[in-house]
């Protein structure tokens, strides 16, 4: 599958065509998994490669108790490391799959399927962020179901319920510049794919602070589209980083809802920047 990027040249600016498949060699591939147990307990499993970097988390979404893992690895695609192994199934079945081992507090070895075409971010999967037209790109794969299973304590393994465990998978590259835009990205059905701008604000929590950071962090945003529909997106837990959050209000249909939201704070040369702000907000009809 192709799709137009639009890259810097300081001569031309020529748009040139890349491959969603051979580009995924650099940059960063993360999964969020919202995942129900054939008992009923339902949680939300990040995994994550940026460059050397693995990471994972388990948040119990009825608890709140939750784990994490950080490891370091040598590649991008089937990466393997001593707790993290992410592999495709084969070059011509489009399932893919991953396992994560964090010491003795949870692992998991998930099959992921896709089951809706590629969302490309911004429309085309380029957009402009800043001066310079420097150009981060992101697609992701927004409806996929999720089988495999779930080892609490190297005690207890449980199996996930495909038909309630839908899992996004996203891939970027590129750095964020100085100005940001806000926009989402929205697809409604197979077919329709919208960009819209929106205005955002914190609302009426003090937010989280790291301890380690001294960073503090919103736990509550305000969403304002043009065409006047509002959602109010809240973060459960005090997990920041990818957090996981409700979200309610209006928009195009739907009323209630769930999702991830990204934070990441950027420092040196862009000291006007508090934060910069993403979500994969699947809007649903409530956790079933």
């Given at each position: 599958m192709d799709a137009i990027l639009f890259i810097l040249d300081q001569k031309t600016r020529v748009p040139s065509v890349y491959n969603l498949t051979l580009d995924q060699t650099s940059g960063s591939h993360w999964t969020?998994?919202?995942?129900t147990t054939i008992t009923g307990a339902q949680y939300l499993a990040l995994s994550r490669i940026l460059g050397s970097i693995c990471k994972s988390s388990l948040l119990n979404l009825d608890t709140l108790e939750y784990s994490n893992d950080l490891n370091y690895g040598t590649a991008l695609q089937n990466a393997t490391t001593r707790t993290?192994?992410?592999t495709t199934a084969s070059s011509s079945n489009p399932a893919a799959g991953f396992h994560v081992s964090a010491g003795n507090d949870y692992a998991y070895n998930l099959t992921w399927q896709g089951t809706s075409k590629v969302l490309f971010n911004g429309g085309n999967a380029a957009f402009t962020l800043g001066p310079n037209f420097a150009n981060p790109t992101e697609w992701s794969v927004p409806?996929?179901?999720?089988?495999?299973?779930?080892?609490?304590?190297?005690?207890?393994?449980?199996?996930?319920?495909?038909?309630?465990?839908p899992s996004i998978w996203s891939y970027g590259f590129g750095a964020p510049s100085h100005q940001l835009y806000?926009?989402?990205?929205?697809?409604?059905?197979?077919?329709?794919?919208y960009v819209l701008p929106f205005d955002m604000e914190?609302?009426?929590?003090?937010?989280?602070?790291?301890?380690?950071?001294?960073?503090?962090?919103?736990q509550?945003?305000?969403?304002?589209?043009e065409n006047g529909d509002v959602l109010d997106i809240k973060s459960l837990s005090d997990t920041v980083y990818a957090g996981y959050v409700?979200?309610?209000?209006?928009?195009?249909?739907?009323e209630v809802g769930f999702g991830v939201v990204?934070?990441?704070?950027?420092?040196?040369?862009?000291?006007?920047?508090?934060?910069?702000?993403?979500?994969?907000c699947t809007l649903h009809t409530g956790r079933e």
């Open positions: 969020s998994a919202f995942l993290y192994q992410n409806a996929s179901t999720t089988s495999g299973t779930l080892t609490l304590s190297n005690i207890e393994t449980i199996t996930i319920d495909p038909a309630r465990s806000q926009f989402a990205t929205i697809r409604v059905g197979e077919e329709l794919h914190t609302r009426g929590c003090s937010g989280w602070t790291s301890p380690k950071s001294n960073i503090t962090y919103p509550r945003w305000e969403l304002r589209f409700n979200v309610s209000g209006k928009f195009l249909g739907q990204e934070m990441i704070k950027l420092i040196g040369d862009y000291p006007d920047i508090k934060m910069c702000w993403a979500a994969c």
